[in-house]
């Protein structure tokens, strides 16, 4: 298994996908598009036969492009990640974040698949992923995507809790376009592990990702929120909305990845928090460490 690792030496268990896994996915993938794209084409022959040699050979190609580039893009497009090939193979396509993918990721995928995949018969494809830590060929690495494996024993996976119920829908309204991939990989790496760090440390290092989410949103965590529990609540609410996204209009409910669609349904397996002065949500206190509660 392989882990991205922050400077403050924090891991995220994402776990890529082995070459031969996703070989066979691209076999599957392609035998599909090959099996479409002669078909069609024995089609269009057998229908414009009247046409001469230029126009003939401007509609292969356009049936190359549309099905043979196209088509890979389109369906990973609307699938989130999870072509045919992908499928069966328990396999998805996510950005660096782990967060799904959109049209802008597999259209680069796809255009640089056509040089280092159809035109090169994937030699260059299974170079760049044996090179690569990650096993990402050169289309992820300009797309900042990563193939993982979805199929993972249960609860070996990087567990991101919830924020406090009394913090849940309270940054709806945030304007996250401006905050870039690579914060929100850091933040949810802290949110990880933060129940293993030194309290001190781990303070430290949620006030400093606040105060950066805070300056890229405009909008900093309201007086007296823990800076962890203001990083859990945002990370949830862009959850909720890239599940909206993906999964249509009431996913934003159950977070996938969260565990639960109820906050408190979870509180079993990570460290309950507490409100700060005044709030709501009980007076239990959670353990120092945690990152929702300042060290002693």
């Not at 891991?11 to 078909?39: F, G, H, N, Q, T």
């Not at 549309?66 to 996510?94: D, Q």
């Not at 990989?185 to 606040?210: F, H, K, N, S």
Request: net charge positive; with cysteine.
């Amino acid at each position: 298994m392989s882990e991205l690792v922050t400077g403050e030496a924090v891991a995220l268990e994402l776990r890529p996908a082995k070459l031969p896994s996703r070989a066979l996915a691209l076999l599957i993938d392609m035998a599909v598009a090959w099996a479409v794209y002669i078909a069609v084409t024995v089609g269009i022959v057998a229908s414009t036969s009247s046409l001469d040699d230029a126009a003939a050979a401007a509609v292969a190609v356009a049936g190359f492009v549309l099905i043979l580039v196209g088509g890979p893009i389109a369906v990973e497009t609307l699938s989130h990640g999870r072509s045919l090939g992908k499928l069966a193979c328990g396999l998805r396509v996510v950005r660096d974040d782990g967060g799904p993918i959109r049209f802008r990721h597999a259209l680069v995928r796809g255009a640089v698949g056509v040089v280092e995949i159809l035109m090169t018969f994937g030699v260059v494809a299974c170079v760049a992923s044996l090179v690569s830590a990650r096993g990402r060929r050169l289309g992820d690495v300009f797309a900042g995507t990563l193939v993982v494996r979805e199929r993972v024993p249960t609860g070996r996976t990087a567990f991101v809790p919830p924020p406090p119920p009394w913090l849940m829908g309270r940054f709806a309204g945030l304007d996250l376009s401006g905050v870039p991939e690579g914060l929100w990989l850091a933040i949810r790496q802290y949110l990880t592990r933060m129940g293993q760090l030194d309290p001190q440390v781990g303070w430290a290092m949620a006030e400093r990702l606040a105060g950066d989410l805070a300056e890229r949103t405009g909008a900093p965590a309201p007086q007296g929120v823990p800076p962890a529990a203001y990083l859990a609540a945002v990370v949830h609410e862009r959850q909720a909305r890239d599940a909206r996204k993906a999964f249509g209009g009431e996913a934003g409910s159950a977070v996938p990845g969260s565990g639960s669609s109820d906050p408190a349904a979870s509180a079993g397996a990570v460290p309950r928090p507490v409100p700060p002065s005044g709030g709501r949500g009980g007076d239990e206190a959670a353990p120092p460490g945690t990152g929702f509660v300042p060290p002693a």
